[in-house]
């Protein structure tokens, strides 16, 4: 398999913090990696470190020959990859299409004047990027909420349209970092069906965060955990689901709550 | 084909023939004016320009989020870059000189201002606006007319033709409405929603490939412009120019027109700027009086009107698009 993201020794520090440690991983191209660990272990500092968000102070990531470390994220894009939020980042007061053709912005031409004279030019690049996110507003089954503002929209609306912002770029790597927290189980197990068929149709690589075992095995072909910014473990579910490292790690996180339930 | 069509269509800033309707009429509105109330000729030029300012204000703050208190300084430029060039350069030209000045002046305030936020912004964002009135009125040898300011004969920069103050009220108009169209046209563009997308969720915005830095001074620059031509227009309207005249009150009209007109669209900061033009025209009758009965009213449709006065028109076009149900 061809590797399309490579993360070599990344460690990043904030202050006496190191919420990244030495981390080097790969995603392969069409592979779907889930990145797990307990809360604090390092993976939404990672995700940012791939986006260009954070800058880690040693090591190298890598995407299909690009240096990740010194680009700024708003070139991330145009290289191919888009990502979601743990916490939901969307333009609250703008349309479900409007979010989605910001998802189009780097494919984007037109320059300033063309835009306020309204050109031909502007109309054309205009309809095109429409068309796109007419598409995907389809495949998400999101047409109710076409031309409603995000803010004030369901949650599990929200997390889909985020989704369709990230999709409709066409990355050849989308991010998700905790895509179904929050979402009921019905909403899980739609979308992550949903997922599973767009990324064989769109022959997508994922990087996912997640904490639902049950999505991580299903969607995930090749499983990271991280723990205390360390990566703990690097394999298939199978190998993972039996890996006594990992299972101290998450067993040593569920003694804890259970101790705090006790008492 | 058939959707593309559709698409098409929905990118006409003027869809339906009511639209067309409503526009032919404002614009008929417009051009009559003069001729049917000249009383009202001088009041609705001031509107006119003010609410260029408006709208270039209102792309700043409603749309990107970044509050400026220093407007009265663009303005000023504006208006300066006419009294003075005009008679040596022509109106056009000076018109010309004053957008690129004000361009750049705003690119170069936006720097600064990429770094500060709410409060700070709008004190420094003041700060700018006191320098640019202290700078007319200081410059060495009185340059820019010192603080007596400069005189701005129409006649000498129209000819006789235009000196006419019926006349000029339709060059404003022309300037105004190709601005205007140009504001609209802006505001639902990908840099419109690229403003707006800086405002909302800016990491979100930079991750979809949007160059905050970029997209932020673009926004003071364009903002900017608007105020320059607004004060370039001004200058010949009022026949005079003076540093008293942008003081940092007049900062704080431009902001309370987008706030009362409507945060963050184009249409509020006309509104807006249509009736605080009105307001101050109606209430100037009231002699010493006229600044309380001002601040009441603002007030009061603050109150009433949390969303200005474009969000109370897109309620009631939305309950009329809902009626009978
Ligand atoms: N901007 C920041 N400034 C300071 N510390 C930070 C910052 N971002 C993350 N950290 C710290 O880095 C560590 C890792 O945090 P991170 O958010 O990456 O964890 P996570 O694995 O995503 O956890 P969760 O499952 O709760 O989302 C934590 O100790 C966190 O407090
Ligand atoms: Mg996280």
């Not at chain 1, 061809?2 to 990043?12: D, G, Y």
């Not at chain 1, 429409?130 to 389809?138: N, Q, S, V, W």
């Not at chain 2, 431009?254 to 007109?261: E, P």
Request: net charge neutral.
């Amino acid at each position: 398999m061809t590797v399309l993201l490579e993360a070599k020794n990344v460690t990043l520090r904030f202050g006496g913090v190191t919420a990244v440690n030495d981390v080097s991983f790969t995603v392969g191209a069409n592979e779907t990696v889930a990145l797990i660990g307990p809360n604090g272990a390092g993976k939404s500092s990672l995700f940012n470190c791939i986006t260009a968000l954070y800058k880690p102070q040693v090591g190298n990531i890598s995407f299909m020959g690009q240096e990740l470390t010194k680009t700024s994220p708003d070139s991330i894009a145009s290289l191919g990859i888009s990502r979601t939020f743990q916490n939901i980042e969307l333009f609250g007061g703008l349309t479900v299409l409007e979010n989605l053709l910001l998802g189009r912005h780097q494919h984007l031409k037109v320059n300033l004047f063309h835009a306020m004279l309204g050109t031909p030019t502007w109309v054309k690049s205009e309809v095109e990027q429409i068309k796109r996110a007419e598409a995907m507003i389809e495949l998400l089954e999101l047409q109710p909420y076409r031309d409603r503002r995000v803010r004030g929209l369901p949650y599990g609306v929200q997390k889909i349209v985020e989704i369709g912002r990230a999709l409709v770029s066409e990355p050849k790597l989308l991010l998700m970092d905790e895509p179904v927290a929050g979402l009921t189980t019905d909403e899980k197990d739609e979308l992550v069906q949903r997922l599973g068929e767009l990324k064989n149709e769109l022959g997508l690589s994922i990087l996912l965060v997640e904490h639902d075992i049950r999505v991580v095995s299903s969607l995930a072909e090749r499983i990271v955990v991280l723990e205390y910014g360390r990566k703990i473990a690097d394999g298939t579910p199978e190998q993972i689901r039996n890996d006594p490292v990992v299972i101290a790690a998450y067993l040593g996180e569920e003694a804890q709550t259970l101790e705090g339930q006790k008492k | 084909m058939v959707l593309k069509e559709r698409y098409e269509q929905d990118l006409r800033l003027v869809g339906s023939p009511q639209g067309w309707a409503a526009f032919a009429l404002t614009i008929l509105l417009f051009v009559l004016i003069p001729q049917i109330f000249p009383a009202y000729a001088y009041p609705v030029a001031l509107f006119m320009v003010y609410s260029l300012v408006a709208i270039g204000l209102n792309i700043l703050v409603g749309f990107t989020g970044q509050i400026s208190l220093g407007h009265a300084g663009f303005f000023a430029i504006g208006a300066y870059a006419v009294a003075k060039l005009a008679p040596i350069i022509t109106f056009p030209a000076a018109l010309l000189v004053a957008v690129v000045a004000c361009a750049v002046v705003g690119y170069l305030v936006g720097i600064p201002a990429l770094k500060l936020e709410g409060p700070y912004l709008a004190i420094a964002t003041s700060g700018f606006g006191l320098a640019i009135q202290q700078f007319f009125a200081n410059t060495p040898n009185d340059w820019f007319g010192g603080h007596g300011g400069l005189i701005v004969e129409k006649s000498q920069l129209f000819g006789d033709f235009f000196a006419r103050d019926r006349a000029y009220y339709y060059i404003i108009l022309a300037v105004v409405t190709v601005m205007v169209y140009m504001a609209f046209n802006l505001a639902r563009s990908h840099i419109g929603r690229a403003f707006v997308a800086v405002r909302d969720a800016e990491l979100a915005a930079q991750t979809s490939g949007v160059n905050i830095a970029k997209i932020k001074t673009l926004a003071f620059a364009i903002s900017a412009v608007y105020a320059g031509i607004g004060g370039a227009l001004f200058a010949p309207l009022l026949g005079i120019v003076s540093p008293e005249s942008f003081s940092l009150l007049l900062s704080v009209q431009f902001l309370s027109m987008i706030v009362i007109g409507g945060i963050g669209t184009v249409a509020g900061g006309i509104l807006g700027a249509g009736m605080v033009t009105a307001l101050q025209d109606q209430l100037a009758q009231a002699g010493g009086w006229s600044g309380l009965l001002y601040g009441l009213v603002v007030l009061i449709v603050m109150i009433l009107e949390p969303l200005g006065l474009y969000g109370r028109w897109m309620k009631i076009k939305l309950y009329w698009k809902s009626w009978p149900f």
